[in-house]
């Protein structure tokens, strides 16, 4: 079945109100932001009317192209993280009765709903020397004594991919769902093992899930902006932290906004992307 193309002018009505609801919440205010991004900051005042592209030049700069890069590096470990333990559990998770299927899906959406905050000091307080994992290392004997593994980058990325996987699994879930059981079967007649077929098998089959899936936590992780503060140093804080900290700790709001422009755009880039790979996905 094909949906029918709209014929008459009554046939738009039902995206009247998604239109305008897109306009007030998004396009006006990002065209506001897009234009602050021009304006100059004026020192002892805030910012006046202009058009320079000295807070564009300004972002190349060695020091914030280092913050953009470790965000960039910082989400695609998170997406690679999260899809690789999240793909698997999935996979398992299809093939359980319903029943089951049902309470993991409410058990991850009870993760879902909890806030970043919550999950921060939840992570930052199993990190810590006093209450943290590591008095369990020293009570096994495999420590002498606890430490603090917060903040740090690895603590960061452990979080973040934490609270992604949630996300991933719901993605994921519905693909793996439809996916024909007779492929692992056949895999399996023709000599495979469980994890062969695993990798050679649905791996290959659901490699646009996979790459859709993937941008979509990338897009996540590089919006994130309390796990950085509560979990890493601030060598590891991300983009989404210095746009927060010029725009109100530093008073440059122009120089803020052509941050959060470009991490707008990167990120609406990246879901277009994921929405051209989920069609070649439906049409095949």
Do not use: C
């Not at 290392?137 to 430490?147: D, I, N, Q």
């Not at 509560?230 to 900290?245: A, E, M, Q, Y």
Request: a positive charge; charged letters at 10%.
């Amino acid at each position: 079945m094909t949906a029918a193309r709209p014929q008459r002018l009554q046939d738009y009505a039902p995206l009247v109100f998604p239109a305008l609801m897109l306009t007030v919440f998004f396009v006006v205010p990002f065209g506001i932001m897009v234009a602050i991004s021009f304006f100059r900051r004026v020192q002892g005042a805030f910012y006046e009317p202009d058009f320079v592209f000295d807070n564009y030049a300004r972002f190349l700069s060695a020091f914030f192209g280092q913050v953009l890069g470790f965000s960039l590096v910082l989400a695609t470990l998170v997406a690679l993280v999260a899809v690789t333990i999240a793909f698997p559990f999935t996979f398992l998770l299809a093939r359980l009765p319903r029943r089951w299927q049902v309470v993991w899906l409410v058990a991850l959406l009870s993760i879902v709903s909890l806030s970043e905050v919550i999950v921060g000091f939840a992570w930052s307080t199993l990190f810590s020397r006093t209450a943290g994992v590591t008095n369990i290392l020293v009570a096994l004997g495999l420590m002498s004594e606890p430490m603090s593994l917060s903040p740090s980058f690895g603590a960061l990325l452990t979080g973040l991919s934490y609270h992604a996987f949630p996300y991933t699994v719901l993605v994921l879930y519905p693909a793996l769902a439809r996916l024909d059981p007779t492929l692992m079967e056949a895999a399996r007649t023709l000599g495979a093992s469980p994890p062969r077929a695993f990798v050679t098998v649905v791996v290959p089959a659901l490699r646009n899930t996979i790459l859709a899936t993937m941008i979509m936590v990338f897009v996540f992780a590089l919006g994130s902006y309390l796990l950085p503060q509560l979990l890493g140093r601030p060598s590891n804080w991300t983009l989404s932290v210095l746009i927060t900290d010029q725009a109100i700790y530093q008073s440059n709001l122009p120089f803020a906004a052509a941050m959060a422009v470009f991490l707008v755009l990167v990120s609406l880039a990246l879901v277009g992307l994921s929405l051209l790979v989920g069609r070649k996905e439906a049409a095949q």
